[in-house]
């Protein structure tokens, strides 16, 4: 094998297919290193990185508050074990619970294992409100289109087959329902529910947002039996739409909608694992010590940038960036649909975008053409371009995306050959 240190792509590829297992379909390129918002191949060549590692390098790369955090911790403790106290573990909790509304923090490495928990806490807390003489089930409603994780609980909540049906049984007892359904949702519902599981805003599903009749008639059914409100923030949440979490949107039209549980994780530190489960006092009691834990959660370094990444947030008002620029970029995207027939849809809050294409061949090959511009992004639910940049970014960066969709879509247009397909935008 080639020296590890100036190893090729063809030979990054050559060993990965021998020594990985294959769960990947991964991009031609090897990224080494990251300035802003900007990543840099082994060529040196800068790529506008519009997807920032799937929702999670909020403050872009080789950010001094990130960087001086991670120094400082890693010179002083990384790991101890949840067996002791670490000031870091209740300075982030405290800063989560502010930001949130909720009481009480579990913290994870990863999103899907904060869900995890969740699903855990919900099945605990109807168990106790059994044995307190109440009736209440342990069924999951969750949607159509969803994605939770890919532990055996939160592939159980996922919709997509592709992730799910290999590994069956997974966890029993879920029943998925059209998203924004009302309907349907109060069809599903019964005493036997413990949990409504909802993404505020569907990432993989195609960047699909609750109605607000949906989410405020799932509110009044949980608290009509004792089921716990589930809402999933791991990619919508900390600052991605503008607020710090988009269940907060909907916070200023009456009555407040509030979970009872609340997951976070990909921006949350920046880029180092974490992940964080959030919920009410209430949901709280029915977890005593050693039902659950983690040895790597909420560890000192991670925590330690979190909060870094959280007071950066604040300090340098990014969440009004957020709304500032992701206003801008949906009106760009949708000014560019007046123009091109072949987008659908433009759905989005802040920073989490989607534009829905007619077709997904015009999606695959759109995607390859933007990548050949050196722009990254993903695609998602087959027809949608996926857009998750870092908050940092700026008009200037939207508008060199914006001229090179314009390309890619006079290029490879279907609207002369082909019907457009009806929008789903729901």
């Given at each position: 094998m080639p020296n590890e240190n100036n190893m090729s792509l063809t030979d990054l590829q050559a060993a990965e297919s021998k020594l990985l297992l294959q769960t990947y379909a991964?991009?031609?390129?090897?990224?080494?290193?990251?300035?802003?918002?900007?990543?840099?191949?082994?060529?040196?060549?800068?790529?506008?990185?519009?997807?920032?590692?799937?929702?999670?390098?909020?403050?872009?790369?080789?950010?001094?508050?990130?960087?001086?955090?991670?120094?400082?911790?890693?010179?002083?403790?990384?790991?101890?074990?949840?067996?002791?106290?670490?000031?870091?573990?209740?300075?982030?909790?405290?800063?989560l619970t502010e930001i949130t509304g909720l009481d009480r923090v579990f913290f994870s490495n990863s999103g899907t294992e904060a869900w995890e928990a969740a699903l855990k806490l919900a099945r605990a807390h109807a168990l106790m409100l059994r044995n307190e003489g109440k009736t209440i089930g342990t069924r999951f409603i969750a949607m159509e289109?969803?994605?939770?994780?890919?532990?055996?609980?939160?592939?159980?909540?996922?919709?997509?087959?592709?992730?799910?049906?290999?590994?069956?049984?997974?966890?029993?007892?879920?029943?998925?329902?059209?998203?924004?359904?009302?309907?349907?949702?109060?069809?599903?519902?019964?005493?036997?529910?413990?949990?409504v599981c909802i993404e505020v805003l569907q990432g993989e599903g195609g960047i699909n947002l609750v109605s607000e009749e949906f989410l405020r008639t799932a509110r009044a059914l949980c608290d009509s039996t004792g089921a716990l409100l589930m809402l999933d923030e791991i990619q919508s949440g900390m600052g991605r739409t503008g607020k710090w979490c988009a269940y907060q949107h909907f916070q200023h039209l009456g009555r407040p909608v509030q979970p009872d549980v609340t997951t976070l994780a990909k921006p949350l530190a920046g880029g180092i694992p974490i992940g964080a489960m959030l919920c009410t006092e209430e949901a709280a009691r029915a977890i005593t010590p050693g039902m659950h834990g983690t040895t790597f959660g909420g560890n000192p370094l991670a925590t330690a940038v979190a909060i870094a990444v959280i007071d950066e947030i604040k300090q340098s008002k990014l969440l009004d960036h957020v709304n500032i620029v992701g206003n801008y970029f949906l009106q760009q995207a949708r000014s560019l649909s007046t123009k091109h027939k072949d987008i659908v849809a433009v759905r989005g809050l802040g920073l989490m975008i989607g534009i829905e294409l007619s077709s997904e061949a015009l999606a695959k090959s759109v995607f390859a053409g933007l990548t050949a511009r050196r722009i990254l992004l993903n695609r998602t639910h087959e027809t949608v371009l996926r857009f998750l940049p870092p908050f940092i970014i700026t008009k200037t960066h939207v508008d060199e995306l914006i001229t090179a969709l314009d390309a890619e879509l006079v290029q490879h247009s279907t609207a002369a050959a082909e019907p457009i397909a009806a929008a789903t935008q729901k």
């Open positions: 991964r991009n031609p390129l090897q990224l080494v290193r990251g300035e802003g918002v900007h990543l840099y191949d082994e060529n040196n060549v800068a790529y506008l990185d519009l997807l920032s590692g799937i929702g999670v390098c909020a403050l872009g790369y080789n950010h001094p508050v990130i960087t001086s955090a991670i120094t400082a911790q890693a010179a002083t403790l990384i790991h101890t074990s949840n067996l002791f106290y670490n000031r870091n573990t209740t300075e982030l909790a405290l800063r289109h969803s994605f939770h994780g890919r532990t055996m609980g939160s592939v159980a909540t996922t919709h997509k087959k592709l992730y799910r049906e290999p590994f069956q049984p997974v966890m029993p007892d879920v029943v998925f329902i059209p998203y924004n359904d009302v309907a349907a949702l109060k069809a599903a519902f019964s005493s036997d529910v413990c949990g």
